[in-house]
């Protein structure tokens, strides 16, 4: 009974750790992702994203501009595991959004964008979604990588702040083999 308690302990820390190095390796991923767009849309549209939120949703959805950035993504996003794009002005925002419904949003009072805006790095989480609005439609049975990226201007002020969901469902089905292989091998030692 000992020996399988420990069992149980190593191999819960093994998932635990592996879960931790893919979140990790994730939040790079998409801090490096959201880095990029943001050059990318920074350029031709800083005035247009620093000037609307005074928006409401209705209001943000009919701006040509959106339209642009939502192309310009969906552009810049193909081929990669970019799910989702939300970007959000420093009050907290949704100025624009993959999905076109949470633009006038507010995520002033949300834990992960209070934590990255007031840090100044990428607040990260993984989440399993039985149903979510991809950029590609609705996908189902997906597990995420949630990040909050802040982007500073060249004075280290909050300019916007990216959220990007990543697609790391393969990676988390390895972990969970990989877990069941390790449980395996040490419950047959005994």
Do not use: C
Not at 102 to 111: D, P, R
Not at 157 to 177: A, C, G, K, M, P
Request: no cysteine; hydrophobic share 40%.
């Amino acid at each position: 009974a000992v020996m399988a308690a420990v069992a149980v302990l190593v191999v819960t820390a093994f998932q635990t750790h592996q879960s931790s190095t893919l979140l990790r390796i994730a939040e790079s991923q998409n801090s490096a992702l959201a880095r990029s767009f943001g050059n990318s849309i920074w350029l031709s549209h800083s005035r247009y994203l620093q000037s609307v939120g005074h928006l409401d949703g209705n209001a943000l959805r009919a701006q040509p501009e959106t339209s642009e950035i939502d192309r310009e993504l969906r552009k810049i996003t193909s081929g990669l595991p970019v799910l989702k794009v939300k970007i959000y002005n420093p009050q907290g925002l949704t100025i624009y959004s993959s999905e076109p419904s949470q633009m006038g949003e507010s995520k002033s009072g949300n834990a992960g964008f209070l934590q990255s805006t007031g840090s100044g790095r990428p607040v990260s989480k993984m989440s399993y979604r039985g149903e979510f609005s991809a950029f590609s439609g609705i996908v189902a049975g997906v597990e995420l990588a949630e990040t909050y990226v802040p982007i500073l201007d060249a004075n280290g002020d909050l300019s916007i702040v990216f959220e990007l969901y990543t697609d790391i469902s393969n990676h988390v089905s390895t972990i969970r083999r990989d877990t069941w292989s390790a449980a395996t091998m040490m419950l047959g030692g005994f």
